[in-house]
């Protein structure tokens, strides 16, 4: 694991976009796995700014995202497909046939957890995946529990992070209680992983995480199996 301390926000986002577009520019049909949340964002920004630039293309790459509100569909300005396409996809040359999201109008839980597990079998490990970092240590939607789940899976979102989610929402009873999430397993596939952490709040989670037992009460603890990590974090985070 590397581990790469950046002074802010700002500087820890344009450092992960060059680790992020050394893949994409090294394997231009490359396998992106992407994140939600205002972490990426500056990443996204960044990615967006260079492709303008024509320091990256991203006509032959695939992208699978980590997760989904139950309930919302692409239209929803609060689903995570929404979320991608303002913030990244409509604002580069990927192919929006070729990125795949979790199914949240699909009310079958079992058919839209198998559904998105045979896409990600369909379009091969990803060869760079972009972590978040809740408050609480859950990667993707996968909260604290008692065991690492393997495939995606439907995840009753904790209160804690319901109300980290919150401020998206102009009436917080609208944040919706369910998700679907890539499993640990589902993670695990990729290559080479990238882990966002920035500000204050983040440090505790970041610290257990890094240094703590692995364990599934803090389910990012399980990011020190694996054989290529790169956290990049800024200063308050790591402290």
Do not use: W
Request: a negative charge; charged letters at 25%; proline letters at 5%.
């Amino acid at each position: 694991m590397e581990i790469i301390k950046c002074r802010d926000y700002d500087a820890m986002s344009i450092r992960a976009a060059q680790i992020f577009e050394e893949v994409v520019n090294a394997k231009p049909d490359c396998v992106l796995g992407l994140a939600t949340g205002s972490t990426p964002l500056g990443l996204y920004k960044k990615l967006i700014e260079d492709h303008k630039a024509g320091k990256i293309d991203f006509s032959r790459c695939t992208s699978v995202n980590l997760d989904e509100y139950v309930g919302l569909g692409e239209n929803d300005d609060q689903s995570y497909r929404y979320f991608m396409n303002t913030n990244l996809f409509d604002h580069i040359n990927i192919d929006k046939a070729k990125t795949f999201v979790p199914n949240g109008l699909e009310s079958d839980a079992y058919r839209a957890c198998r559904d998105y597990e045979d896409i990600l079998e369909k379009v091969g490990p990803q060869d760079i995946q972009v972590l978040g970092l809740g408050e609480n240590g859950h990667i993707a939607f996968n909260e604290p529990e008692t065991y690492f789940p393997k495939e995606t899976h439907c995840v009753d979102l904790t209160e804690s992070t319901i109300e980290a989610n919150a401020r998206f929402f102009e009436n917080p009873d609208k944040v919706p209680r369910h998700a679907y999430s890539m499993g640990i397993g589902s993670i695990f596939r990729a290559k080479k992983i990238i882990l966002l952490a920035s500000g204050v709040k983040k440090s505790r989670a970041l610290a257990e995480a890094l240094y703590g037992p692995i364990i599934p009460q803090l389910p990012a603890s399980i990011l020190q199996l694996h054989s290529d990590v790169v956290v990049v974090c800024d200063d308050a985070a790591l402290k």
